[in-house]
């Protein structure tokens, strides 16, 4: 198994939207990456994921853009994923951010 280093959407119910792509900006140590995120539906919203291929261990304020929406932004810290479990080791830098 592999995992992609990046960052989780997980957007809430919007009644009567449709929503396919966000825009996401990680800002880290004043460098700042913008990727797209497609969007798939879920019972509760939508998720979605902006690989990062960089993205590192630690702290990085997010913003995200839906369609027609306003910025947001959080803070947010990526973490280690391990595939296998950490005892088989290739931990992949994660993060998430809920909306």
Known sequence: MALVPGIWLDVGPRPGQVITAAT??????GVCRTEQASLAPQDTGWTG???????????????????????????TAARL???????CGGGVPRAEIQL
Do not use: M
């Open 24 to 29: 996401v900006t990680a800002c880290r140590d």
């Open 49 to 75: 994921f902006a690989a990062f291929d960089d993205l590192r261990v630690g702290p990085y304020e997010v913003t995200v853009v839906l369609p027609g929406g306003t910025p947001t932004t959080q803070n």
């Open 81 to 87: 994923e391990f595939p296998g479990g950490p005892e």
